[in-house]
């Protein structure tokens, strides 16, 4: 296994994020953000931890316009929240029916902000507010003449551009997928179910050095699988199938997410055809990925290679990074300028016939002077076990 | 490995649930109850997939007073979703910056209720809209006369007490867990560091039959550990070390969570008495689980055994089934009456001194006649490796 590169990040790493948090918080005349969810508060903290499976317990992190951020955190993560560089961690004994930390909250933002502070909510899409509506509406009326209204995707533009130590980061998830998906095809024996592919090949990417094996999806059929969002079946391969895993594995908190296909046995032609088609798809789209242009560029590239009829999957690849899928979307409408250090997804789909699709998927990194590749890319050809 | 059950829930058993639910909307007086986050929609549809990791497109359930639930579902997964047994999916390509869903929702309400109907949504502990809140306000101002309400706990009631069906699939899962944990000692040697335990302990609950590894913490310290939420880091373990993982697996979309201690070489005198009140706590607090008594009823009588100055993790012990999580806690406010068909977490906690702590965790069913075990229980003399 190559060697990772050092767990977590610099205390400079999370200033300057704080720093550029500011300027834009500055420019939106937010006098404070409220972030609630464990992207966000892992992106100014560096609070990393797998409890935020438990849904029970809220977490806030308040950053003013001025100073550090603070949390605000339920007793349970106050000790580890300690070890982050945060010096102001507030907390209490979660969970209370009577008030689950709305009062240190608000307390803590009245603290924070002056009295008729506008405070920005992340509102827009992709978003979510990881806390109660009940709790949410109780806030509300205890924050005075403070008012909180949409960031306007302030926090996504701020995510949405990676450090160059976050790109390592999502680089070593990847390499570890990479070497996972060239074991992959010792697994792809007739007979054996798809469910237990799906158990091997986790353990693959463990052996291979992800922490955790988020999401994995597939598909084996004749000639194309039906979806590529379904859990495994216990359907055994048989010969003719085209086999395709899609993982989304994590490694210090940051995630890969990429495809690959197989036909087991030699491929039909149209099947043959559609993965060739798939990555010149990828091989078009891909250098036109520089400052300036819009993920609705990378989108229309793929669609004249695709023509038309494509599955109806809403977009032709995402932004990855602290999450399995972040903005942009590669859809016509998405008009964000790219710019150097946007990590993106390509993966565009093709129809095969009813209820029969193939998809490709590769990460690239925005650059100054064009692509580069994270995931290890592939040729045309469908590999044949 | 042990037969696991079929896959999945026969429509019968999701029949049973809409009825339940549906008595619950009349005597709420409710006209629907709309749904946002996975566990809510999978518990009426039996919908399973990983897709849910991915933030970028909401997905709802319209469960009206009459007649079966609607889903209203991005394009994506419209195909996995017709194969459950709802017949009604409404889908859009989403994602759409212009309307994500909302108007096809908001029709969708205003066909399946009346012009003034109340509508429930959770709002209360432990849920969260899983939807931006942008959109969320959009959706208010397109529903006509209707109102949203919070449901005041009637999902959460429904949702706390366990099907046989369901009870089913958290014994295998917490089977499966048993037979990882019967396995654990042969990875915990000196030398080797924490993180490649945490890797390889989760190679073998996917052996044993996971399908995925969400949750996994644990310690290594000498006579104790930290907190219980960290992820690991790379000190190599030692003789003299407290090691304890806490797994949550899932197997068919059910969470097994419950952990396990070792000592390497002899255990400190404290770190053996600790071990040996935790499992007393244990023992205890279990043959109160019956009808009629509350999670405040355990909470105390675990108390009892572990006297004062137990570390403040809030609670000692949680609901358990299609989330690592659920209600009821036990803490003193819980008043929760218990009923047959509960499944519950037990799990006390000890201080060692500062910095150092030990917890428990066993699993067991609330049954007519007392508790039943779905974790292996241990007894209390902590294993010596």
Redesign the interface.
């Known amino acids: 296994m190559t060697r990772p590169p050092p767990?977590g990040f610099p205390e400079a790493e999370h200033r300057a994020r704080l720093a550029l948090a500011q300027a834009a918080l500055a420019a939106e005349g937010l006098e404070a953000l409220l972030l609630t969810t464990e992207p966000e508060i892992r992106w100014f903290s560096g609070f990393?931890?797998?409890?935020w499976?438990?849904?029970?317990?809220p977490w806030f992190l308040v950053v003013p316009a001025q100073g550090a951020p603070v949390a605000v955190a339920?007793?349970?993560?106050a000790?580890?929240m300690g070890r982050t560089w945060l010096r102001d961690v507030r907390s209490w004994?979660?969970?209370?029916?009577?008030d689950?930390g709305v009062s240190l909250l608000a307390a803590t933002l009245a603290e924070l902000t002056p009295a008729a502070a506008e405070i920005g909510?992340p509102?827009?899409?992709?978003?979510?507010?990881?806390?109660?509506?009940?709790d949410w509406?109780a806030l509300g009326e205890r924050i005075g003449r403070r008012r909180f209204r949409?960031d306007r995707g302030l926090m996504r533009a701020l995510r949405m551009v990676k450090s160059e130590a976050e790109i390592e980061k999502i680089a070593a998830a990847c390499a570890v997928a990479g070497r996972a998906f060239a074991r992959a095809p010792g697994l792809l024996s007739p007979g054996r179910p798809l469910?237990d592919v799906?158990?091997?090949f986790?353990?693959l990417c463990?052996?291979e050095?992800?922490?955790?094996?988020?999401?994995?999806?597939g598909g084996a059929a004749p000639g194309g699988y039906?979806?590529?969002?379904?859990?495994?079946?216990?359907r055994p391969l048989a010969a003719g199938d085209v086999a395709m895993l899609d993982a989304?594995l994590s490694r210090e908190g940051y995630f890969a997410d990429f495809d690959r296909n197989w036909s087991l046995g030699p491929p039909a032609p149209e099947v043959a055809e559609a993965h060739a088609r798939l990555v010149e798809a990828v091989d078009v789209a891909a250098p036109l990925a520089r400052p300036g242009a819009t993920p609705a560029d990378l989108f229309h590239a793929m669609r004249a290679v695709l023509g038309g009829g494509a599955p109806?999957?809403?977009?032709l690849g995402?932004g990855l990074g602290m999450?399995?899928?972040e903005p942009p979307?590669l859809?016509a409408?998405?008009l964000t300028p790219l710019t150097a250090g946007m990590v993106l997804t390509l993966e565009p789909s093709l129809p095969l016939g009813p209820?029969r699709m193939m998809v490709h998927e590769e990460v690239i990194v925005v650059r100054e002077n064009g692509p580069q590749f994270l995931s290890p890319r592939i040729g045309p050809e469908i590999p044949v076990l």
């Open positions: 767990r990393l931890t797998r409890f499976e438990s849904p029970t317990r339920p007793s349970i993560g000790e580890l004994s979660s969970p209370d029916y009577a689950d909510v509102m827009g899409r992709e978003t979510l507010l990881r806390m109660p509506l009940g509406q949409d469910s799906f158990r091997r986790q353990i463990l052996e050095g992800a922490d955790q094996v988020l999401y994995l999806a039906g979806d590529v969002i379904s859990p495994a079946d216990d989304g109806d999957v809403g977009r995402h999450q399995l899928t979307s859809i409408a998405d209820g």
